[in-house]
């Protein structure tokens, strides 16, 4: 699971492209303004949610939330301001609630991510 980004800092002269397999790595990209735009720094923040969720790999849900609630506030320290990327990670921690099994709620990170990204197309 890869999360590539344009980065911003280089356009319009380069298109690079910054690979991130990691919540701290999307944190990172947010931190360096590898990515910019509200709209933008909350689906990456929600993505980064997401890889964490995908790379767990116990079966206690409590420590799956415990897990999740730890890379949530690792991304919310990348841009401690940026109104967008706390409503993207409220959103995400929001799923921790669902009465689903642990496979269930791991998966369910991806729905929320695609509406989002859409939205902002």
Same mark, same amino acid.
């Given at each position: 699971? %890869?999360?590539? /980004?344009i980065?911003?800092?280089?356009?319009?002269?380069?298109? #690079?492209? +910054?690979?991130?397999?990691? !919540?701290?790595? #999307?944190?990172?990209?947010? @931190?360096? =303004?590898?990515?910019?735009?509200?709209? !933008?720094?909350?689906?990456?923040? !929600?993505?980064g %949610?997401?890889?964490a969720?995908l790379?767990?790999?116990?079966? $206690?849900?409590?420590?799956? !939330? $415990?897990?999740?609630?730890?890379?949530?506030?690792?991304?919310?320290?990348?841009?401690?301001?940026? +109104?967008?990327?706390?409503?993207?990670?409220d959103? =995400? @921690?929001?799923?921790?609630?669902?009465?689903?099994? /642990?496979?269930? +709620?791991?998966?369910?990170?991806?729905?929320?991510?695609?509406t =989002?990204? +859409?939205?902002?197309?």
């Open positions: 699971s %890869v999360l590539k /980004l980065d911003q800092r280089k356009l319009p002269f380069e298109e #690079v492209y +910054v690979s991130c397999k990691s !919540a701290d790595s #999307v944190a990172k990209a947010i @931190k360096d =303004m590898v990515v910019r735009g509200a709209p !933008a720094i909350g689906v990456a923040a !929600a993505y %949610v997401a890889l969720a790379k767990f790999s116990g079966e $206690d849900k409590e420590k799956f !939330a $415990d897990y999740i609630n730890e890379n949530i506030r690792l991304l919310s320290g990348a841009r401690p301001t940026a +109104v967008n990327l706390f409503w993207a990670l959103r =995400m @921690k929001k799923i921790l609630t669902s009465d689903k099994n /642990l496979v269930l +709620v791991q998966t369910s990170y991806i729905i929320p991510i695609l =989002m990204t +859409v939205t902002i197309i």
